[in-house]
């Protein structure tokens, strides 16, 4: 199993047992949600940095991690919007910022749009739902036979897709393979991993109503928003970032070289410096990286 350095908390959200970090007692508040699939560990390079400025708050969400995993709950983002934000609310957080990564970046849009006066800050980490493109894995996950596909996999095969997430295969160690194997092959939680995917996206991409409650709705938004990109990132198709960063008044987009689908892990240094200037205000901070791609 992965190491967690920090103790498992839990609130009941509605009928939901719901699994939560808490680092740092002072400064802002700050919300980390992970992509599809994950859990809290997705940040565990990340929380002790973050932490020295920041009340960080990590959540696995609806399905995921330990928290509860209901089979015929509501997956959609505006669903899992209003999750955290009932989260947030049982944490008494009337301001935050928000990070997400991949999926859990279209649960932050989401709930940027819906809850504009709550988000101080959003940070997109290779986030979902910023355009209608998606990857040809997840379109082929979103398949209606693909539950079984997953359910077949070998150890060997998940390695490969785990591994596939990274530029450098090297980072990827067995523990963590064996740890989100496990976890994949837990009934509930693929059957919820699936769930959430086939609700918000098909074989041709994003659903409407994803596009309708998000993408066609960027304009809206309020927040500054820094999105982190992995320049080698093949799961999300950076298109989608160059026609968003058009749509979003405030946005900032920095590309992370000789990286892939996970920055926050995989160049972790680089991340916190960058994650932790933006919160901070320090916009002269963010013009240290090389990767750095101003509108």
Same mark, same amino acid.
């Given at each position: 199993?992965?190491?967690?350095?920090? %103790?498992?908390?839990?609130?009941?959200?509605?009928?939901?047992?719901?699994?939560?970090?808490?680092?740092?007692?002072?400064?802002?508040?700050?919300?980390?949600?992970?992509?599809?699939?994950?859990?809290?560990?997705?940040?565990?390079?990340?929380?002790?940095?973050?932490?020295?400025?920041?009340?960080?708050?990590?959540?696995?969400?609806?399905?995921?991690?330990?928290?509860?995993?209901?089979?015929?709950?509501?997956?959609?983002?505006?669903?899992?919007?209003?999750?955290?934000?009932?989260?947030?609310?049982?944490?008494?957080?009337?301001?935050?910022?928000?990070?997400?990564?991949?999926?859990?970046?279209?649960?932050?849009?989401?709930?940027?749009?819906?809850?504009?006066?709550?988000?101080?800050?959003?940070?997109?980490?290779?986030?979902?739902?910023?355009?209608?493109?998606?990857?040809?894995?997840?379109?082929?996950?979103?398949?209606?036979?693909?539950?079984?596909?997953?359910?077949?996999?070998?150890?060997?095969?998940?390695?490969?897709?785990?591994?596939?997430?990274?530029?450098?295969?090297?980072?990827?160690?067995?523990?963590?393979?064996?740890?989100?194997?496990?976890?994949?092959?837990?009934?509930?939680?693929?059957?919820?991993?699936?769930?959430?995917?086939?609700?918000?996206?098909?074989?041709?991409?994003?659903?409407?109503?994803?596009?309708?409650?998000?993408?066609?709705?960027?304009?809206?938004?309020?927040? %500054?928003?820094?999105?982190?990109?992995?320049?080698?990132?093949?799961?999300?198709?950076?298109?989608?970032?160059?026609?968003?960063?058009?749509?979003?008044?405030?946005?900032?987009?920095?590309?992370?070289?000789?990286?892939?689908?996970?920055?926050?892990?995989?160049?972790?240094?680089?991340?916190?410096?960058?994650?932790?200037?933006?919160?901070?205000?320090?916009?002269?901070?963010?013009?240290?990286?090389?990767?750095?791609?101003?509108?």
């Amino acid at each position: 199993m992965i190491a967690t350095p920090w %103790p498992d908390r839990f609130v009941d959200i509605g009928d939901l047992r719901t699994r939560f970090w808490q680092a740092g007692g002072a400064g802002e508040a700050v919300i980390f949600i992970h992509g599809l699939g994950g859990s809290v560990e997705q940040w565990s390079a990340n929380v002790d940095a973050l932490s020295r400025t920041h009340r960080v708050f990590c959540l696995d969400m609806i399905g995921c991690g330990k928290t509860d995993k209901p089979a015929h709950d509501d997956y959609s983002l505006e669903s899992l919007a209003r999750f955290l934000d009932r989260f947030a609310v049982s944490q008494g957080m009337e301001t935050f910022s928000l990070v997400g990564l991949s999926m859990g970046g279209g649960v932050c849009l989401r709930y940027a749009l819906d809850y504009p006066s709550k988000v101080r800050n959003l940070v997109l980490v290779g986030s979902a739902a910023l355009g209608p493109r998606m990857a040809l894995v997840f379109r082929i996950l979103a398949l209606p036979f693909a539950e079984r596909i997953v359910s077949l996999l070998s150890r060997r095969q998940f390695a490969s897709y785990v591994r596939s997430m990274v530029y450098d295969h090297g980072v990827v160690t067995d523990e963590m393979v064996d740890f989100y194997y496990h976890n994949i092959n837990e009934r509930d939680a693929r059957h919820a991993f699936i769930r959430t995917l086939t609700t918000n996206c098909g074989f041709c991409g994003l659903r409407k109503e994803v596009r309708d409650g998000v993408i066609s709705r960027l304009g809206q938004l309020k927040a %500054p928003t820094l999105v982190i990109w992995g320049r080698q990132d093949k799961h999300m198709p950076v298109a989608n970032v160059h026609e968003a960063m058009k749509k979003i008044a405030n946005a900032r987009l920095v590309f992370v070289d000789k990286c892939a689908h996970n920055p926050q892990f995989e160049h972790h240094e680089e991340f916190n410096r960058l994650v932790t200037a933006f919160l901070s205000g320090d916009a002269p901070g963010l013009s240290a990286f090389a990767g750095d791609a101003r509108r």
